[in-house]
Nanobody, 120 residues
Framework: QVQLVESGGGLVQPGGSLRLSCAAS????????MAWYRQAPGKERERAAV???????YYADSVKGRFTISRDNAKNTVYLQMNSLKPEDTAVYYC??????????????WGQGTLVTVSS
């Protein structure tokens, strides 16, 4: 079983920055892709950013140029650096991790979510 612990959400003024972290723990697992999703009030969950094991990244158009996803493989941790935050970035942010147990059994897990509020 893999568990995720997220941290870093909070209240920030427009134009400010926040850094989210998500650490995966467990045994006998390897991680392929790590991602951040977000869900704003009254809207569907959307994929904000993804980083694969080889390093290639994907960003939603709405965050491109402002958000940066990175990972520390030694710590099984993914980060989301969010700059130039806008009120429309207000959402619950969820960490998503995909990988394999013992090299062959696929898994996908979600974090508990962390609230980011951008408001003056």
């Amino acid at each position: 079983q893999v568990q995720l612990v997220e941290s870093g959400g909070g209240l920030v003024q427009p134009g400010g920055s926040l850094r989210l972290s998500c650490a995966a723990s467990g045994s006998s697992f390897s991680i392929n892709a790590m991602a951040w999703y977000r869900q704003a009030p009254g809207k569907e969950r959307e994929r904000a950013a993804v980083i694969t094991s080889g390093g290639p990244t994907y960003y939603a158009d709405s965050v491109k140029g402002r958000f940066t996803i990175s990972r520390d493989n030694a710590k099984n941790t993914v980060y989301l650096q969010m700059n130039s935050l806008k009120p429309e970035d207000t959402a619950v942010y969820y960490c998503n991790v995909q990988g394999y147990f013992n090299g062959y059994r696929y898994f996908e897990v979600w974090g508990q979510g962390t609230l980011v509020t951008v408001s003056s």
